[in-house]
């Protein structure tokens, strides 16, 4: 049987279909990205968990978003270039999604409601929300922006296991 995050798609930077039922079986680090934040740098941690822990089985997904402070303004082709140049980002990136509001992204919709913010909250506080989705599809945690990529290794590790 398909969780029900295995259900969603969308497409990649490039045009291409992104279908999470193709990561079945996988745990997966879902983030909502930004070229011009703050928490940019996050990049590189993000790519270092993919290229240690990718063989066995992680795949972290990247959600570009331009609703906090216009920070991913450029086009998907400036985005891909971007990360690629500057963080040697090889794991999948999407299309420039919305993660709040009415235009939000079904996933994102998903993601918020199994996995509230503080206090309950549903809203995405800001770039770089991680969520952990286990591999069986379960959404594990929420993490806030702040929280560095390598902090989640142990939890990784775990459920690598």
Known sequence: MTAAIHEFSTR????????????AGKVLL???????????????GLEAL??????RGLVVLGFPCNQFGAQEPGSEAEIGAF???????????SEKVEV???????LFKYLTKEAPGLLGTT????????????RDGNVVERFAPTTKPEELAAQIETLLA
């Open 100 to 106: 709040n509001g009415e235009g939000a992204h079904p």
């Open 30 to 44: 879902i983030v909502n990205t930004a070229s011009n934040c703050g928490f940019t740098p996050q990049y590189a």
């Open 50 to 55: 993919q290229r240690q822990y990718g063989a």
């Open 123 to 134: 809203a995405i506080k800001w770039n770089f929300t991680k969520f952990l989705v286990d």
């Open 83 to 93: 990360c690629e140049k500057n963080y040697g980002v090889t794991f999948p990136l």
């Open 12 to 23: 990649t930077l490039d045009g291409k279909p992104l279908n999470l039922a193709d990561y």
